[in-house]
Structure formats: structure tokens, C-alpha cells
């Protein structure tokens, strides 16, 4: 019997150690990548990973933690960074998540189109359009697709993306009103 379970330890063991290689090296080696390659993403914490880490079909990434000084745009670079890395792999889905918790969800294609396009698309261009493109855990539109004067637009497409952050780590990082 003491065999036996030594056995199936071990046999756990090894699918454990597989299961974790394979994230990492299709999705955390790069993303480190990203982060060691350009200064100005330290101080930015992060890992990708499969869904549930076997569903390879799902990318997340979660974002641990960002040092005070750190813009929006820092974190959003790591993420088009990210893109870029891993822009030969396609997923369903991808879930923005936040300290384990999922805030948003993208497309699997919007996904690889940023990836694709990181190099030659203007980045404020897809900073202004890309929360149109959001959606929440549950499948819903996170933000409208702005129409009108091109100004207006702006403006809205600016204010999305700003809360786009506020919604994903931002609040969830201020410190709690005394009680």
C-alpha cells in the first residue's frame, strides 16, 4: 500500500512539474522576456498562464502589482508588449485578471491583431480604441464604441481608458479609508 501511494505522489509529481513547464515556456519565459527587455517595465509584477493552466485555448493575465509612479500607459506597454511575444500562439480568449481576480475579458483575435500590429500601429491610436473591444467576466461589453465628432470621441475613448484601469488594478490598489 505504502508503495502504491509513493507511486501515484510521485506520478502527481511529475504531471505537476509537466503542467507548470508547459506554462512556462509557452507564456511565462516570454512574458518575462518582456519585462527584463525594456526598463521601463520594472517596478510591474505580473504572469501569464493557461486557463486553469491546462485549457490552452484561454491565456490569463493577471496582473500582481504595480510601484507607485507607474502610468497606465507603463502597464498597458507590458500588455501590447506581451502581444507582440506571444503573437504566433492564438487563444479564444484572453482574461485580464487582477491578483487572481478576473476584471475583463478580450477576444482571442483583438488579442493576436495587437500582437500583429504591435510594431507598426500607432499606440495611442490603440490605446484610444481598445476598450471598445473589453468585455466583463460575464461576456457583457465593458464600454461602448464611441460615434460622432472626432473630438468627443476622443475624449470619451481617453476617459474609457483611463477607467479601463481604475476597474482593473487601480481601485483595488488604493489604500482603504480609515475606519
Same mark, same amino acid.
Given at each position: 500500500?505504502?508503495?502504491?501511494?509513493? #507511486?501515484?505522489?510521485?506520478?502527481?509529481?511529475?504531471?505537476?512539474?509537466?503542467?507548470?513547464?508547459?506554462?512556462?515556456?509557452?507564456?511565462?519565459?516570454?512574458?518575462?522576456? !518582456?519585462?527584463?527587455?525594456?526598463?521601463?517595465?520594472?517596478?510591474?509584477?505580473?504572469?501569464?498562464?493557461?486557463?486553469?493552466?491546462?485549457?490552452?485555448?484561454?491565456?490569463?493575465?493577471?496582473?500582481?502589482? !504595480?510601484?507607485?509612479?507607474?502610468?497606465?500607459?507603463? !502597464?498597458?506597454?507590458?500588455? #501590447?508588449?506581451?502581444?507582440?511575444?506571444?503573437?504566433?500562439?492564438?487563444?479564444?480568449?484572453?482574461?485580464?485578471?487582477?491578483?487572481?481576480?478576473?476584471?475583463?475579458?478580450?477576444?482571442?483575435?483583438?488579442?493576436?491583431? #495587437?500582437?500583429?500590429?504591435?510594431?507598426?500601429?500607432?499606440p495611442v491610436f490603440t490605446m484610444r480604441t481598445f476598450p471598445e473591444h473589453l468585455l466583463r467576466p460575464d461576456g457583457g461589453r465593458a464600454f461602448e464604441q464611441w460615434a460622432g465628432g472626432w473630438l468627443g470621441v #476622443?475624449?470619451?475613448?481617453?476617459?474609457?481608458?483611463?477607467?479601463?484601469?481604475?476597474?482593473?488594478?487601480?481601485?483595488?490598489?488604493?489604500?482603504?479609508?480609515?475606519?
Amino acid at each position: 500500500m505504502k508503495r502504491r501511494i509513493t #507511486l501515484i505522489a510521485l506520478l502527481l509529481s511529475l504531471g505537476a512539474t509537466a503542467i507548470w513547464a508547459w506554462n512556462y515556456s509557452a507564456l511565462q519565459g516570454p512574458f518575462r522576456g !518582456v519585462l527584463s527587455q525594456d526598463p521601463r517595465n520594472e517596478g510591474i509584477e505580473a504572469d501569464a498562464h493557461f486557463g486553469a493552466y491546462l485549457q490552452p485555448h484561454l491565456l490569463v493575465f493577471n496582473l500582481k502589482s !504595480v510601484e507607485p509612479g507607474k502610468a497606465p500607459a507603463d !502597464v498597458f506597454r507590458v500588455l #501590447l508588449q506581451f502581444a507582440d511575444a506571444v503573437k504566433e500562439r492564438e487563444f479564444e480568449m484572453v482574461v485580464l485578471a487582477h491578483g487572481g481576480a478576473p476584471k475583463f475579458q478580450l477576444e482571442g483575435a483583438y488579442f493576436h491583431q #495587437l500582437g500583429q500590429e504591435y510594431s507598426t500601429q500607432n499606440p495611442v491610436f490603440t490605446m484610444r480604441t481598445f476598450p471598445e473591444h473589453l468585455l466583463r467576466p460575464d461576456g457583457g461589453r465593458a464600454f461602448e464604441q464611441w460615434a460622432g465628432g472626432w473630438l468627443g470621441v #476622443l475624449n470619451q475613448q481617453l476617459e474609457d481608458f483611463g477607467e479601463f484601469h481604475k476597474q482593473w488594478y487601480i481601485n483595488d490598489m488604493a489604500p482603504s479609508p480609515p475606519s
